[in-house]
């Protein structure tokens, strides 16, 4: 019979190793565990911050855009508003007479073309009845009592906007809201309603578009919580919520922040993770949010790959490789994208720049008059400190006309309708004016200016010289405000061109020892909205607009600009432009160029014969006393047609000190009439006026002046228009001259004084009337 084995026997350091393999095992998987679970919370916590910038990304173009659009709304409204008070409107049947006209309706009809997101303008009584509706004329009885917009306006008496609340348009029905402002008369009353109706189909489309059927939820609401336009998948607002600042998760990101000191902030509740975000210089805000089982989800992708890499390492990189892989392209995604929303923005604004020409149109004449009262102010006997305030005025408008210049300019530029003048002058007259006007700037400063002329003084030549001085005046502006010390040097000179008869080349060079420019900064120099370093702004101020400016204005002149610079001791600009060989232009006796601290910037070119007004920084302003008056201008009769009382009294107290007498018009048609009754030496003849404007009102005086045999009577036209061509149409009318608005007192006597010399007929009508 077999005797068993024995058992093996079990030695003590076996359970040793296997409590420690055992402990090894639950350490490596204790371990396996925390990583996946660091891991874990990590990926979630980059994929929360990934889905949080892209909220961040979105509505901050999405709140752009409806400010941009809230903000073109206000400007109709703003020049509905002008258009009344214009009217001087004094009760509700004179109201009527005037809003409720076709043609009234069809000028709002006109106001909102290009704009998709208003789909109407309507105007209402103080009883909230519409009596002009831009959708039919004449307009549809509509009572609007029962909106919250009249009985807000009703109830108050403030002028400014109100934000109603979405209700469906009885004029469309569709649902809209509407953005509104009281009109008062001049009692305070309630006088009219200006209501702008914003249909909601308008953004709920640009949301889809741009959310591109993501499961988004967009809410975009007033103040006051009340819902304008929401998606089909709304977030709760009541839910309470854990709120953290944009500023905690991006503290060196500057974040904007409204006037009322609200900033955009980011949201969790129930389900939800969002991002509130107001709107700018609206009363509304704009909160996107996206449900977690898509930002969860989400992370719950990402980790599949982080468990097989508890299994399998190499596979773990593999996987989190890929997740990588994954997040770089949604990011370029992303910004493919945000490039998209900024080319639909580009052509927004452009149609923006387009409208901005034609509300700065009317900024410029009460500037006419600020800019020259102020002026006349300083010449009369102030205190010291009574001088300052006047002294800042005027260079604080000037800084405004220089600002509303550069972005009419550039708004035509965009545009495409800058067009260039071609009159005769001398190019080294030119240079030597323009630099006769800077050296003042120099004044007590250690800055030699140089200038050097390699030209025939006697060289004339074809082109647009008050432009050829503008961009002279931004580069020599921009030389002398970056040196402190050494010198500033304008080169100019000529060659005749080989391929073309009768045709010259001018090389112009600006040179300076100032603060340099770095190399990164040339390649985005003649950008909009550029300047050289971010701290230049702040420290010498300027739109960034100039050199932009230069640069086309230099292109359509034929040529091309350039920059060579040396960070810390030099800047050399230099261009070349094309004219045509011109004939000698007739010179101008009797006036000679005005010193420079009189000049001051205007809105558009000057004439030839007027000083030259370039942008930059101009000698601090001086009290000059009255000229007396010169035997051309002592006794002289001058008309002057101006609907506007400030500019009617500049004129009137400028001239009168030049020994001038005036009889003034508020039309043209009681323009005609004194020229009819009447003998003048000169006619100051404003274009824009009620009743007949200028324009009618010289075509029907040189028609008395044919019919009847009369002299022609020289009339200089006064226009505050900024549309190119608009020089053009007035010498077309039958007009003599052109002086834009605002104007100085050196240009204006210069003009008068020029065309007084010029008129046989001077003094004359004078002497008939007091023999």
Request: hydrophobic share 40%; net charge negative; aromatic share 6%.
């Amino acid at each position: 019979m077999t005797q068993p084995q024995p058992a093996p026997s079990i030695s003590p350091l076996q359970p040793r190793i296997r409590r420690s393999a055992v402990t090894l095992g639950v350490l490596l998987l204790g371990l396996l565990m925390a990583t996946v679970v660091v891991s874990g919370a990590l990926l979630y916590r980059a994929s929360l911050n990934d889905w949080r910038n892209d909220l961040s990304t979105l509505s901050t173009v999405l709140a752009e855009s409806t400010a941009q659009t809230m903000s073109s709304a206000r400007l109709v409204i703003d020049s509905i508003q002008y258009d009344i008070e214009a009217a001087n409107i004094e009760d509700e049947q004179h109201l009527r007479q005037h809003v409720g006209s076709a043609e009234f309706s069809q000028a709002m009809r006109e106001k909102i073309r290009g704009l998709p997101f208003i789909s109407g303008v309507g105007i209402s009584n103080a009883e909230g009845r519409i009596i002009a509706l831009s959708r039919a004329h004449p307009a549809p009885s509509l009572d609007l009592t029962d909106r919250d917009y009249y009985l807000h306006h009703s109830q108050s008496a403030s002028t400014e906007d109100f934000l109603g609340e979405t209700v469906n348009s009885r004029a469309a029905g569709v649902p809209t809201f509407y953005l509104s402002r009281r009109i008062n008369d001049r009692q305070g009353r309630m006088l009219a309603i200006v209501v702008v109706a914003l249909p909601c189909s308008f953004f709920e489309d640009f949301f889809s578009a741009v959310t591109k059927d993501k499961p988004f939820s967009i809410l975009l609401s007033r103040r006051d919580e009340k819902a304008l336009i929401s998606t089909s998948l709304v977030h709760d607002t009541d839910t309470e919520r854990d709120i953290t600042p944009l500023s905690e998760l991006h503290p060196q990101r500057p974040l904007p922040q409204n006037q009322d000191g609200r900033t955009p902030y980011y949201f969790m509740q129930s389900h939800w993770l969002g991002i509130h975000r107001p709107v700018r210089n609206a009363p509304m805000f704009l909160e996107i949010g996206v449900t977690d089982k898509v930002y969860f989800g989400e992370w719950l992708e990402s980790m599949y790959p982080l468990m097989l890499v508890a299994a399998i390492s190499l596979v773990g990189l593999i996987g989190g490789f890929a997740v990588a892989l994954r997040q770089a392209q949604r990011r370029e995604q992303d910004a493919l994208l945000a490039m998209q929303l900024k080319e639909e923005a580009d052509q927004a604004n452009e149609a923006k720049s387009r409208f901005l020409a034609m509300v700065s149109h009317e900024i410029r004449t009460p500037m006419n008059g600020i800019l020259g009262l102020s002026e006349l102010l300083m010449e009369s006997g102030l205190s010291s400190k009574q001088r300052h305030y006047a002294d800042s005025i005027h260079n604080a408008s000037g800084g405004l006309v220089r600002i509303i210049n550069d972005i009419l300019d550039f708004s035509k530029i965009e545009s495409g309708k800058l067009d260039l003048e071609e009159l005769a002058f001398h190019p080294v007259r030119l240079a030597r004016d323009v630099a006769e006007l800077y050296r003042p700037s120099i004044h007590n400063r250690e800055v030699q200016f140089d200038l050097r002329i390699d030209c025939d003084e006697s060289l004339c030549l074809v082109g647009d010289p008050s432009r050829l001085k503008q961009v002279l005046g931004n580069l020599l502006s921009n030389a002398i405000k970056f040196t402190p010390a050494g010198y500033v040097r304008l080169s100019m000179s000529a060659r005749r061109e080989e391929s073309g008869r009768n045709r010259w080349r001018l090389f112009f060079a600006v040179a300076d020892s100032g603060i340099g420019i770095t190399p990164e900064a040339l390649a985005q120099l003649f950008q909009p909205f550029t300047q050289a370093d971010n701290t230049i702004s702040r420290r010498f101020g300027g739109t960034g607009l100039g050199l932009t400016i230069s640069k086309n204005l230099v292109e359509l002149m034929g040529g091309r600009i350039a920059c060579q610079s040396v960070p810390g001791q030099s800047t050399r600009f230099s261009f070349d432009i094309l004219c045509a060989e011109g004939a000698q232009p007739q010179a101008q006796p009797g006036i000679s160029s005005p010193p420079p601290a009189q000049e001051a910037p205007v809105s558009s070119p000057p004439v030839e014969q007027a000083p030259a007004t370039v942008p930059g920084p101009a000698p601090a302003s001086t009290a000059v006393p009255a000229a007396p008056p010169s035997s051309v201008m002592n006794g002289a009769r001058i008309l002057v047609a101006e609907d506007t009382d400030i500019n009617r009294q500049l004129l009137r107290i400028l001239l009168a000190r030049r020994g001038c007498v005036l009889q003034e018009v508020e039309n043209g048609l009681l323009a005609v009439d004194a020229m009819r009754h009447g003998q003048y030496d000169l006619v100051l003849m404003d274009c824009m006026m009620p009743i007949m404007d200028g324009y009618q009102a010289t075509a029907e005086i040189r028609a008395i002046e044919q019919a009847q045999g009369r002299p022609r009577i020289p009339i200089v036209a006064l226009t505050a228009s900024a549309i190119e061509g608009d020089r053009q149409r007035c010498l077309d009318a039958g007009m003599d001259d052109y002086l834009s608005k605002p104007f100085t007192q050196v240009g204006l006597m210069n003009t008068v004084e020029k065309w007084l010399q010029q008129n046989p007929e001077t003094g004359k009508s004078l002497n008939q009337e007091n023999p």
